[in-house]
């Protein structure tokens, strides 16, 4: 028996299902998960001592790969003069100038721990300045885990079927507007019949499986919430700092009124943010009258290897690089997926990629949620038999980083061709 069968079994004792988040268990794809030992550069090590490319990448956020030294170094530094103080400290400073230098349509920003504090925070402040109560968000985009934010929500939510979770709600849920990604006309309609407080999106879903923004869709959203007094949150907790410095938002050159951001600005530790115009971000307490807080906000540790993690994809090159690995990769994947003959698509941008099963395209939730996941389960598996570790479900992206090469991607291809050869078999 392997020691991840035998820890996951121990670990069902004691933590609900043996993990301390949904999609971790596998329960998509079968099996049990592997445990992880440790990891450095684009590698993960298991429990057994077998090695993995890593392209779960703790979910997005390390884009530097695995242990890299600089931020390693910095936290050692770091943890010598204490863990956590509950005061201002002046790294935090360093770290909200960096973010506002980076993303033009934030002029302040607070720091939070998780993408769902953020995202929570955003709709607090859009409803504190509209004195509106409706929501719009799109199926398929998933916000973290807030009451208001998990109707028909991606990413675990989606993977396990039950959209609408039990203790939500439904005069909650009710106040929570569905449209569909790359559709204005929905989004208009709810805008006309009801006064809404704010449109939140991921600019380029990655909850769905990746799904791309399609022309104007973005700058129509803009128009639309300009027109009707609504705010515009764009959700870059997964591609803010990911597909270019400035997000998406830098990508389509739209000017959100608030952005949220997490993963990479925390480069592993637990850190994220809330941010966007002035006239916003000065009604949080304690300058305004809309309350947020937290105890380890802006937690010196997760602080420091934020700004360590964005220095390193400060370098001029580093998306370019990123970019070129994804391309590498997207076009392998293509290649191998018409040469057996598989009905499958890639969807990729910059770093970030999905291979749905079954479709030919997917540019919304409806088209999503056609692919073949008994299809993804089986390559899942015949990947991670040949030392690929991939998000251990359809509907999530995965993610190259900065410690990841050309001959890393092309095992990967050479993988995927072999299960997909097997697959047709
Ligand atoms: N927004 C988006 C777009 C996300 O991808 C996630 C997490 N995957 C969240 C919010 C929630 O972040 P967290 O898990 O840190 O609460």
Redesign the pocket.
């Known amino acids: 028996m392997s020691t991840s069968s035998q820890l996951f079994r121990e670990a069902q004792e004691c933590i609900p299902g043996g993990v301390n988040s949904p999609v971790r268990a596998w329960r998509a794809v079968g099996g049990h998960p592997l445990f992880i030992q440790r990891g450095r550069g684009c590698r993960v090590v298991d429990a057994d001592g077998k090695e993995y490319i890593d392209y779960v990448g703790s979910?997005g956020p390390l884009i530097a790969g695995h242990a890299h030294a600089q931020v390693v170094s910095a936290l050692q530094q770091e943890l010598k003069r204490g863990t956590s103080f509950g005061a201002p400290t002046a790294k935090e400073i360093e770290l909200a100038r960096i973010i506002v230098k980076a993303v033009p349509s934030i002029e302040k920003v607070r720091l939070t721990s998780?993408?769902?504090e953020a995202?929570m925070t955003a709709l607090r402040l859009a409803r504190g300045y509209t004195g509106r109560t409706k929501i719009i968000k799109f199926a398929g985009c998933?916000?973290?885990h807030n009451d208001a934010l998990l109707v028909r929500a991606g990413?675990g939510a989606l993977t396990f079927g039950t959209p609408d979770s039990q203790g939500v709600p439904e005069a909650f849920a009710a106040l929570t507007l569905v449209a569909e990604y790359n559709n204005l006309a929905t989004v208009e309609a709810y805008l006309k019949a009801d006064a809404v407080a704010a449109v939140i999106v991921?600019p380029v879903p990655?909850?769905m499986g990746l799904v791309l923004p399609e022309a104007n869709f973005l700058a129509g959203l803009r128009t639309l919430t300009r027109t009707y007094g609504a705010v515009l949150i764009f959700?870059e907790?997964?591609s803010g700092f990911r597909l270019a410095r400035g997000g998406a938002q830098e990508l389509y050159n739209i000017d959100p009124d608030m952005t949220?951001l997490?993963k990479v600005i925390g480069g592993g530790l637990p850190l994220?943010a809330v941010g966007g115009k002035r006239a916003l971000m000065d009604l949080l307490a304690p300058v305004g009258p809309v309350y947020q807080a937290g105890t380890l906000s802006g937690n010196p540790l997760a602080v420091t290897a934020g700004i360590e993690t964005l220095k390193i994809v400060g370098n001029p090159s580093a998306y370019a690089r990123l970019n070129e690995l994804g391309t590498m990769l997207a076009e392998g994947l293509r290649r191998v997926i018409r040469d057996t003959g598989t009905l499958a698509c890639v969807n990729q941008i910059g770093s970030m990629f999905t291979i749905f099963f079954g479709v030919d395209q997917v540019r919304d939730y409806a088209t999503a949620t056609q692919s073949d996941t008994a299809a993804f389960a089986r390559y899942f598996q015949g990947m991670i038999e040949r030392g690929i570790y991939l998000p251990p479900a359809q509907f999530e992206a995965a993610f190259l980083s900065l410690a990841h090469g050309a001959a890393e991607v092309e095992q990967t291809i050479a993988a995927a061709g072999e299960v997909l050869q097997n697959m047709r078999s």
């Open positions: 979910w998780s993408g769902t995202t998933y916000h973290g990413s991921e990655g909850n959700d907790v997964m949220c997490g994220a």
